[in-house]
């Protein structure tokens, strides 16, 4: 292949593992940072095309984010410490805040469920397969038996959707370590 005309790709390559009938292609970005992603295709006329964004955007305007809250409906994951909520219902609360945030940066948002509804890690692939987003993030609240153990997880797919995982994780570790584990009851997470 031919990338001498590409302002991202410096190279690419084969590979054929012929023992698992597997070929891949390698392409080598000029600059990884700052890379906006891909998206795979077949044409109508069955060649497979992929497309490489050259950067990222610099405003969410068109942007499509699918927040996944973690558990829900029959799998509420544990309840808080002072009994008044399951992670399910926190989570839920977590991702509606950030979907408001996002929308009003003009962000496109999906949520893998709105309700306390159970849905599967099967269904909430499936969901994040048919709808391609460009970002994906996932939010979960941690419970543990002991105070040691404690805290957020914020999971994201493709490297285009850690700089939002990360930010998320950072405001919620912050939140939960000034506010939350010293005893301060916070009803406002949309800081």
């Known amino acids: 292949l031919d990338v001498s005309a590409s302002s991202i790709i410096s190279s690419c390559g084969w590979s054929t593992d012929t023992a698992r009938k597997v070929s891949t292609l390698y392409l080598t970005l000029k600059q990884p940072v700052g890379f906006g992603g891909y998206n795979i295709s077949y044409n109508n006329d069955g060649t497979l095309c992929i497309e490489v964004f050259n950067s990222m955007p610099k405003t969410l305007t068109g942007t499509v984010v699918m927040i996944d809250a973690g558990h829900g409906g029959k799998d509420p994951g544990a309840l808080s410490g002072n009994g008044n909520a399951y992670e399910s219902d926190i989570n839920l609360s977590i991702a509606y805040c ?5 929308e009003q940066r003009g962000a496109s948002v999906i949520m893998t469920r709105s309700a306390d509804d159970y849905v599967s890690l099967e269904q909430r692939r499936a969901l994040a397969e048919l709808l391609k987003p460009d970002i ?3 939010i979960h609240c941690n419970a543990s038996n002991t ?7 914020v999971f994201y797919y493709t490297p285009w959707s850690q700089p939002l995982a990360s930010s998320v994780f950072n405001k919620l570790d912050l939140l939960f370590d000034n506010n939350l584990y010293n005893g301060v009851q916070t009803s406002n997470l949309s800081q």
Do not use: E, R, Y
């Open 98 to 102: 950030l979907k408001a945030q996002l």
């Open 136 to 138: 994906f993030v996932s």
């Open 147 to 153: 105070s040691a153990n404690h805290g957020t997880s």
